[in-house]
């Protein structure tokens, strides 16, 4: 059995990262066979995390690129096979300006000036990201300049009583490897409380819920109170993106 219709010939998947690594899931708990005609599979709308690259480069036999883009700006940026981010500076003006966030630190904020909507004027829209512009050339070739993203909205970070703040990637890494879980959102309610909210065929054990307790104490703050509840799905917002953090506001 296949996931594709013989007569398709597909080169480029593309879709929300969420998305695709359920789709890499199914093709790997099925073993399906997959197009040799499919070259990439572009991530796009949301944060890519490593284990779902990982996951759906073993699941489609091809390289993963992650592509920058909203609903508003489709085509901002989109990583090339040596895995740097290229701006499209056919489609879209980008800057990046320094500004003071919420929690009163600096981030550098993308302005996206959109150059091919004729109908909806876009100029230096405040897109919600941040991420630097970079000089220097790509061994790929392409005459695209590069860019990086920042890594998360400064209020996704976990906010402890002492004012220290932990980034969010910090709960990838922890939950790293614990294949049993098909997505996760942490929603943290207080500078004492955070919950995981998981889908997961299988509640996780006494040892794994004691040794994400210990490690969470340890690493961020030991009266930090770890809550774990189990869905059948996790709401997406009303775009379609899976959120992976509430923060504190
Ligand atoms: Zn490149």
């Known amino acids: 059995m296949g996931a594709f219709h013989p007569a398709l010939r597909p080169v480029l998947l593309q879709g929300y990262a969420s998305l695709l690594s359920e789709v890499a899931r199914a093709v790997v708990e099925n073993?399906?066979?997959?197009?040799?005609?499919?070259?990439?599979?572009?991530?796009?709308?949301?944060?890519?995390t490593d284990s779902q690259r990982q996951c759906m480069e073993q699941a489609f036999g091809c390289q993963v690129l992650n592509q920058y883009g909203s609903r508003e700006i489709p085509n901002i940026a989109c990583e090339c096979r040596h895995g740097n981010m290229h701006v499209f500076t056919d489609m879209v003006m980008l800057e990046s300006v320094p500004q003071k966030n919420e929690t009163g630190s600096n981030e550098n904020r993308l302005l996206v000036t959109s150059l091919t909507n004729r109908l909806m004027p876009m100029i230096r829209y405040d897109i919600g990201d941040s991420g630097r512009l970079l000089g220097g050339a790509c061994g790929c070739g392409l005459p695209f300049?590069?860019?990086e993203m920042g890594l998360c909205r400064q209020n996704d970070h976990i906010r402890t009583?002492?004012?220290?703040?932990?980034h969010p990637s910090y709960f990838?890494?922890?939950?790293?490897?614990?294949?049993?879980?098909?997505?996760y959102q942490r929603v943290q309610h207080s500078l004492n409380r955070i919950s995981l909210n998981l889908v997961a065929p299988q509640a996780l054990n006494?040892?794994?819920l004691a040794s994400l307790a210990l490690s969470i104490h340890q690493d961020i703050d030991p009266q930090l109170s770890l809550e774990v509840h189990y869905f059948d799905h996790i709401p997406c917002t009303v775009s379609g993106k899976h959120r992976f953090v509430i923060g504190l506001t």
């Open 145 to 147: 300049p590069l860019m």
């Open 172 to 183: 990838n890494r922890l939950l790293y490897g614990k294949t049993q879980i098909r997505q």
């Open 31 to 48: 073993r399906l066979s997959m197009p040799k005609t499919l070259l990439g599979v572009y991530s796009t709308a949301e944060v890519l």
């Open 161 to 166: 009583r002492s004012g220290k703040t932990v």
């Open 206 to 208: 006494a040892d794994t």
